[in-house]
């Protein structure tokens, strides 16, 4: 299913800036962590002509994106919010899939087996790479999503078998038992608190368990872009359903003092202005 215009326009015009400015440049970059090597290509920051592309296509789709944006903004402040809710994250997240299925097939390879905490599920985008795993618990608060979560459940055989366990919480603090791996996918940006998201997880994340991370992050604080994006975030959060696009969560992921890290960043898929970054954390035992 591919994302409607308003979706792609608003936050994933990279690919019409790509016509553009040529084609993306990346670069493999293997790193080992858990005992195992994973290599990806990760796309570099845009060189000056590509830059000016970008800029092109931003001042040629502003006149777009403004009524789309004040309109939006408007009708998230109605009860079609929820609506919206259910319509837009299906499509955004099956763009952002389709975009890094490679790297997530290899980065989530060792579900063979045991628990996985989907935290913030949305749609189930992940669910394709559960189909191993004999446990799956999916953490989203939206109940206008369960349907759906076990609709698509059904379609990767999570709840087939005997020996498969599925289940929806709504909270992550309703979350008993532990688990072997943990995923947050494009989640951080809108929880409450990140670090308490990432203590909580901590707990009931089993010793050389796996976190799997799909975020998209700000610019450094000082830059320029960064001060822009401190200062459009409240719009920005109301009119993207709670997504913050200022949030340093890479940052906060590499401070959990017992988890090794390694990631991977992506330059030439962005939400407003901010890079995206892929990888892997294990808990030390």
């Known amino acids: 299913q591919q994302p409607t215009f308003v979706t792609t326009t608003l936050l994933y015009s990279n690919q019409a800036q790509e016509a553009m400015t040529g084609k993306r ?4 970059k293997t790193q ?4 195992k090597d994973y290599s990806l290509k990760e796309s570099s920051e845009k060189n000056w002509l590509s830059k000016v592309g970008s800029g092109i296509m931003t001042a040629a789709l502003t006149p777009i994106k403004v009524p789309i944006l004040g309109l939006i903004s408007i009708v998230m402040a109605t009860p079609l919010r929820q609506t919206l809710f259910s319509l837009f994250v299906p499509k955004i997240m099956n763009k952002v899939d389709e975009e890094f299925m490679e790297e997530r097939t290899k980065l989530l390879s060792t579900i063979n087996g045991g ?3 989907d935290v913030g599920s949305g749609a189930g985008a ?7 795993a004999d446990r799956v618990v999916a953490v989203e608060p939206q109940e206008i999503m369960y349907p759906k979560l076990n609709q698509v459940a059904k379609e990767n055989g999570l709840v ?4 498969k366990e599925f289940s929806i919480v709504g909270d992550l603090k309703d979350v008993q038992g532990t688990f072997d791996h943990v995923v947050f996918g494009n989640v951080l940006c809108e929880v409450p608190n990140v670090d308490e998201t990432l203590q909580q997880v901590d707990k ?3 010793p050389g368990g796996r976190v799997y991370f799909s975020e998209h992050i700000a610019r450094p ?9 401190d200062w459009y975030n409240p719009l920005h959060r109301h009119m993207s359903l709670g997504c913050n696009c200022n949030r340093d969560s890479l940052d906060k992921i590499r401070s959990m003092k017992n988890w090794e890290v390694v990631s991977w960043q992506y330059e030439h898929f962005q939400v407003f202005m901010g890079p995206f970054v892929l990888g892997l954390a294990v808990k030390k035992d």
């Open 32 to 35: 080992t962590i858990g005992g």
């Open 221 to 229: 604080t000082g830059t320029w872009i960064r001060m822009f994006q």
């Open 160 to 163: 087939e078998a005997p020996s």
């Open 115 to 117: 628990s996985v905490l």
């Open 126 to 132: 992940y669910f394709r790479y559960f189909s191993k």
């Open 204 to 206: 009931l994340l089993a």
């Open 25 to 28: 440049n990346k670069e493999e």
